[in-house]
């Protein structure tokens, strides 16, 4: 039942704006180009001409710290045998998710944003690496676009938004709590409305809506389990939308910790201290990447 | 002389799995300038050699021991890990207090293991004195500060300190509880001082160890580094013994405790973490 209130509180949100961003159509119909079989790159470097801004951005982010080429790459065709057909899927959905959101400054700022994001969607997927989950790159995505309902709060309930974030600096809880106690609902359910205005597949619908309650995930609850652990780690080590999120956990307790431990196969081993020191070393890196994406702005 | 990354992940893998510290890729440099001192000073053709001085002898070698001076600043300062200040101020601390409070026992123990010139155990002094007023009205707090040198214990206790030692601190505190004298002398407030005791430890005495009882919080910043893993695990049972049930014990800011011992609880916060009874 509250659940249910929360949601109808959200779809009358998304529902009484009229200037909801959307996804460019170039990348949807670059994604549904790749699932075909024998693509070529030729292909989807022809498509994305079609698009100057998209093209314009690959260009910037293939040349960014995170992908590291070794020289300027300069042409996109070039772009795309560098990252290599597997990974622009993940690449070209940033791109236009970052586009999406352009120019929507909000309360919690679009760099803190964007290194929150980046954050979550780098970090789960060296979690995915490391309790063998199959699909890296989706894990990646996954946290890339887990916290999309903050940037509609942040943006368009300016006001209201930055009391549930005062709210924060005066007692330390987590954000999704503060939100709820004040808007009535949350960054998840927010977040849902939008993933389904915009067609995303079921996997990151629920991650969407789950990243802060992984049990109640049915389709993908490992996937959702890793986003919900990156998302832990990043609010403590320095990725935490500038400081204006808190949380504090301990692993052994979380639920999503049994849930991405593969059944039989513990991760005892797991040096979670040396984790979080290495997490750290990724930050200013992260934080330059963000910084090189939004340099002309 | 300049390290390679790879030469700098397998020197970062040996100190940190031998001493339990992590060196950041942005002290790099730093390493790299403080090892170079230690490959002249034993007339090491190259880092090779040099690393070979390290792993020598079992447990830890002389030459770790003096590069871990050379690479961990010795002096501390006040209000030195903001962070941990925080989430301890913020969430802990009041954690504590109610859970006390529920069954009447109005008294917080801390214990600054290592306290070298007291600048931590008075830092958490002045920050439980602001709560004076509130949280901890009628409360009895005990500050025990402990380290093996009475040099230290002996600058602790009088409590005169350098504009160095209080770089750190917020201006508030530094006008509430400091006289500032000629000659850049920050004099402490007798009413922060009367809140610390401090006293002579050997960490690694055993019979005294054991009569260190009932803290809340313990700290005990980059001392452990120093210790094979033996003591290690024998000191830090001894903390996890003098804690209070749901006590926390901290620290230092790159420092790891894994594999030392599987019976605390390792909290994350913003910035860092801690250990939990």
């Known amino acids: 039942m509250e659940q249910l209130s929360k949601m109808e509180k959200a779809a009358a949100l998304i529902r009484g704006m009229t200037d909801l961003p959307t996804i460019p159509a170039v990348a949807t119909q ?9 693509v070529e790159i030729d292909q989807v470097a022809e498509l994305l001409l079609t698009d100057q801004v998209m093209a314009a951005r690959v260009l910037k982010m293939v040349n ?20 290599g057909l597997r990974h622009i899927r993940e690449f070209i959905l940033t791109c236009s998710f970052i586009q999406s ?13 964007w290194e929150h994001s980046f954050g979550v969607g780098i970090v789960a997927r ?29 943006y368009y309930l300016k006001d209201e938004f930055q009391k549930v974030v005062d709210a924060i600096r005066e007692n330390p809880v987590q954000l999704v709590e503060a939100e709820e106690r004040i808007l009535g609902t949350t960054h998840c359910e927010v977040g849902l409305c939008l993933a389904r205005e915009w067609h995303f597949p079921e996997d990151y619908c629920e ?17 959702t389990a890793i986003v919900n652990l990156a998302d832990l780690f990043c609010t403590v080590r320095n990725l935490d939308y500038g400081g204006k999120e808190w949380t504090s956990f301990s ?36 934080r330059e990447l963000v910084t090189n994406i939004f340099k002309d702005r | 002389m300049t390290i390679s990354d790879k030469d700098f992940e397998v020197l970062r893998d040996f100190i940190y799995n031998h001493c339990g510290i992590y060196f950041h890729t942005s002290k790099k440099y730093f390493l790299e300038s403080r090892i170079t001192r230690r490959i002249e000073a034993t ?44 989430a301890l101020e913020n969430v802990f601390l009041p954690e504590i207090v109610a859970a006390k409070g529920k069954i009447g026992f109005r008294k917080l123990r801390i214990w600054s293991a290592g306290s070298s010139s007291g600048e931590e155990a008075y830092t958490m002094a002045m920050i439980l004195l602001e709560k004076r007023a509130t949280i901890l009205k009628d409360w009895i707090i005990e500050i025990v500060g402990t380290d093996i040198s009475e040099t230290v214990l002996a600058q602790a206790r009088e409590g005169v300190y350098s504009a160095y030692s209080v770089r750190n601190t917020p201006d508030y505190y530094k006008k509430k509880y400091f006289r500032q004298e000629p000659g850049e002398r920050y004099v402490l407030s007798p009413d922060v001082k009367k809140l610390v005791s401090f006293n002579h430890l050997n960490l690694y005495e055993d019979a005294k160890m054991v009569f260190m009882k009932s803290f809340d919080f313990i700290f005990c910043a980059n001392v452990l580094i120093y210790f094979d893993l033996a003591s ?10 003098n804690l209070q049930p749901y006590g926390y014990f901290f620290v230092g800011q790159s420092e790891s405790l894994h594999g030392v011992n599987d019976k605390f609880k390792t909290v994350h916060f913003p910035g860092g973490f801690a250990y939990k009874k």
């Open chain 1, 30 to 38: 670059v994604l549904s180009l790749l699932d075909q079989p024998d």
């Open chain 1, 64 to 83: 960014s710290p995170l992908y590291r080429p070794a020289t300027v790459i300069t042409s996109l065709k070039g772009a795309l045998v560098y990252l």
């Open chain 1, 101 to 113: 959101f352009e120019g929507k400054e909000g309360v919690l700022g679009v760099k803190p944003f």
């Open chain 1, 126 to 154: 060296l979690i995915a690496a490391k309790v063998g989950y199959h699909d890296t790159e989706k894990a990646y995505i996954g946290g890339l676009i887990h916290d999309i309902g903050e940037v509609f709060l942040s």
């Open chain 1, 207 to 223: 991650i969407v809506s789950c990243h802060h309650a992984p049990r109640e995930a049915k389709n993908a609850p490992r996937l």
């Open chain 1, 251 to 286: 692993l052994a307790d979380e639920p999503a910790w049994a849930m991405v431990q593969e059944q039989g196969k513990k991760l005892a081993e797991f040096d979670v201290e040396r984790f979080c020191y290495e997490l750290d070393d990724q930050v200013e890196e992260i």
């Open chain 2, 43 to 86: 007339n090491s053709p190259n880092l090779m050699t040099y690393m070979g001085l390290l792993k020598s002898g079992p447990g830890k070698s002389d030459e770790l021991l003096k590069l871990l001076d050379e690479i961990t600043t010795n002096e501390t300062c006040f209000f030195r890990n903001p962070p941990q200040l925080k």
């Open chain 2, 232 to 241: 290690k695990t024998k000191v830090v049972q001894h903390y996890y013994n």
